[in-house]
């Protein structure tokens, strides 16, 4: 039986690692990279927006940083760049994702080294009025941390 959940629950690619919720948002996947107290660090997640209205993240403080700032990647005539965003959008029934090559979060002035398998605490907020308490979990650097399934035994 216990095969047969996490088989099912990977199939339907709905197990994410970490999940925290206010009102209609769920932050999905939340993960970050290392680096080294006095330098930046990055955020990634997905937004999903399970509500009946667009919503926006407009700010996101952490303990660990300065400041934090939402960002957008972009590239033109062959040179990327990022650009520092007052909000970002989620659409109605939607999502958005942070990611590598897209949005993302620049946890600026770090306080603390994050290392492989630390946790970054964040609060986001929204134009709704909702705020979601989030920990960033911190991976090898290489991807997302590896999803973790917490199904319990089923007595055999």
């Excluded at 047969?4 to 925290?20: E, R």
């Excluded at 932050?27 to 927006?49: D, E, F, I, K, Q």
């Excluded at 109605?92 to 770090?110: N, V």
């Excluded at 609060?123 to 960033?136: D, M, Q």
Aim: without cysteine; hydrophobic residues 50%; glycine residues 10%.
């Amino acid at each position: 039986m216990r095969t047969l959940l996490i088989a099912a629950a990977l199939a339907a690619g709905a197990v994410p690692f970490v999940a925290h919720a206010a009102g209609a948002m769920e932050v999905l996947r939340p993960w970050s990279r290392p680096a080294v107290a006095g330098t930046n660090g990055v955020g990634y997640m997905v937004l999903a927006n399970h509500g009946r209205k667009a919503d926006a993240l407009e700010k996101v403080e952490s303990p660990l940083a300065a400041r934090v700032e939402m960002q957008a990647r972009s590239m033109a005539g062959g040179v990327m760049s990022m650009k520092a965003q007052a909000k970002v959008p989620i659409p109605a029934g939607g999502e958005t994702t942070f990611g590598p090559g897209a949005y993302h979060l620049m946890f600026i002035g770090l306080t603390k080294t994050l290392k492989p398998g630390d946790q970054a605490p964040a609060t986001l907020s929204f134009a709704s009025g909702a705020k979601v308490s989030v920990r960033f979990r911190v991976s090898d650097g290489v991807g997302p941390p590896p999803i973790e399934l917490n199904l319990w035994a089923d007595p055999l």
